[in-house]
Every structure is written in structure tokens, then in C-alpha cells.
């Protein structure tokens, strides 16, 4: 295999494209390559996936289960990764249309390299969500009528993938509980005493609570853990996770059954792998924005929100809810930014919203009303400039 010829085509075909000189060289030294003829199954349908695949030339069909068409690829095209990303056994089967020549990136390069790269993983989710709502579509023209609106009612026990639940104790040290997730490949774990849940412990928590507060890691995990977490069961709907955590901004909720056994935990991915454009991929998209123009763009794809929701059957109440959400998460990000640019406020201020956004109830069209509560340490003379800026920032973003 000529290494020349490997990054010539990474350098062509996204995501690659946007690796630098360096990245796309080391990657393409860690590539393998295979031929498949006509015919041939690449992957099967619940089998364990130990690569990302490229089409380098030729065509395959991705089957959903095993039967129904799900997506054709030709060059360029990249299949294998929900199974890598969400650590599970394969959604589809892979056939090869034509003779084929396949580029694999081992399952451990390829999340080493996701690891640093959030638009990475911004890329993968979005590309996942846009066929399985293809897969939908299909089906709502091939089985009687049924599409987004089915989804509305799947309940969450669908989304649960692993059958045994990694868990700790509230007195396991923190380093234990953390190698047990880096052995388990997991970043929320649930803590469970005598079977009931009790917390979690997150990536986040490890971050900020234990590294960024020194935290000895001899502690229990009771000390850093996040206890009595929002939990929903097994009967609950896609659509109801997906308010929850769109209005609670979490990623990740424990599923537990009638005794607060934990069985399962459902993260937001799981939730934007099976939606298409949705609230939450809004609010994900409008908070990792690293400028103004960036969340405008986002925030405009609420009509695209709307339309999704209104397909599905979902009332009005839930979707101006979502709407509000996107409302809200919007104002914080131009707020975070625009102090970025300002700098520290001079004295502790907080935003307060009015109207069809204070009653959660927005719609697509909806406009501004809100205004700043200052500290009583405001000084005209001195503090106005600095809100005069603030609130011009926030009202033109």
C-alpha cells in the first residue's frame, strides 16, 4: 500500500478533509486495506465492529437489521462507526454492491483520534442522524404510513444496548470507580447501594470535581458523585427523554425500573442517533458555537425543528417547551460570548426574559423581551458602557 496514495484520498473526503498535513499522515499509516468482492458481507448485522471503514472504490449497501435498504455508499463513503461510537454490536448489515476496495482504521485509532476532536464527534452524530432518518423515511413509505410519528412512542428500553449495568459503590475510592469505567469503556456510572441507585459519576465530575479540585482519589465516591440523578424508566418515551434532557441540559440519565433498580443509562447521543434534526442537536450545536454568527446559524434551524415535531404528531404544548429551549440556551451563548469579548462584568448582573419566552411557550417567529437585574453596586457612571455593549451584543446576535 503506497502511504502517498492513502493520504491523497483522505485529503479529498470529509471528514478528512479538515485533519491537518500531520493528522491525515498518521492516520493513513494506521489504515489497512481490504479487497470485497461483488456480494460479499463486510459486516453482519450483531456482530462485534473492530473498524471504521472507507469505500475506497466500488459501492456497498447498508442493511438495517440484516433486511431492510437502509443506505448505498460509493467513494468516500464511511460506514461502521455507530457500533464504535456507542460501543455495541452492529445495527447493519454491509454488502458489497460492486467489487470493492475498503480502507479500515482500527476501532482504537479511530476513537484515540475522535477523543480530541469535538466537531468530530458533532460530524459522526449528524451524519448517523441523517441516515437512520433516512431509514425512517422508507419505512413510512414501505409499511403502511409508519415514520417519525411511530418514534413519538418507542420507549427507552430500545435505546438500552448493554444487558449488564457497570456500577460502584458510594464507598469505592474514586480511583477505583474510575478505572472501572476506563476498563468498561463507559463515562457515566451509576452508584448503586444494596441495588438501588443512589448517584452518578461522570466524565465531568472526574474533571471538574476531582482534577480541578485536587480531590484526593483515595476519597469515596460519595464525595465527588452526583446523588438522587434525574432518572426515568423503562414505559417512558423517546419524546419525553428528549424535553428532559433538553430542558435540564444533562447527558445522561440512569433508566431504572419500579424498585430504582438501575438497568440502563441513555445518553444524548442515543437520543440524537434516533432522532433526525431535533431540539436537543439545536441546543447542542448553538452551545459548542465559538461566535455570534455561529449560533445565529444554528438558531435559525428551529424551523427545521418545528417541521420535525409537527410531523411527528407531537402537541403544541411540548414543542413550544422546545422551542423555549432553544430560546434560552441561545440567549447564554451570545451572554457567554459577548463576555468573552467584553470581559468580567463589573459587578453580578443576571438576565431576565419576559413574554412568550418566560412563559415557555415561543414559537418560530417569537421575538426579544428581556432585560438585565444589576447588583446594587451599579454605578452609572462607571458600569453602563460595559451593559450598553452587553445588551447590544445579545439584542443583534
Known sequence: MEIDEVISFLKRHAPF??????????????????????????????????????????????????????HRLGEGGIFGYPS????????NKVVALEDCLIYQLPKEDFLKWLKHHEALKVFFAKNEAERLHRAVEGLRRTENGYGDAGMISVKLETLLRRKDVVTASPNDTIRDAAKRMAQADVSTLPITHQGKLVGIMTDKDLRRRVLGQEIPLDEPVSSVMTPDPITMTLDDD???????????????????DSTNQIVGVVSSSDLLNRFGMNALQVVAEIKAAPDAATVAMAAQRVGAVLANLIESGVDADHIARFVSNIGETTHRQLLILAEEQLGPPPVPYALVVFGSLARQEQAGGSDQDNGFVLDDRYNPAKHAPYFEQLATLLCDG
Do not use: C, W
Not at 464504535?84 to 454490536?89: D, M, N, R, T
Not at 428528549?242 to 440512569?254: C, D, E, T
Open 17 to 70: 478533509d479538515a485533519q491537518s498535513a500531520d493528522r491525515i499522515a498518521s492516520l493513513a499509516r494506521k489504515i489497512e486495506v481490504r479487497y470485497f468482492p461483488r456480494g460479499t458481507v463486510i459486516i453482519d448485522a450483531g456482530k462485534e465492529n473492530r473498524a471504521l471503514s472507507i469505500v475506497r472504490s466500488g459501492a456497498v449497501e447498508l442493511r438495517l437489521g440484516g433486511t431492510e435498504l437502509n
Open 84 to 91: 464504535l461510537l456507542h460501543h455495541e454490536l452492529t445495527r
Open 238 to 256: 423517546l419524546l419525553s427523554a428528549m424535553l428532559v434532557m433538553s430542558q435540564k441540559n444533562i447527558h445522561h440519565f440512569p433508566i431504572v
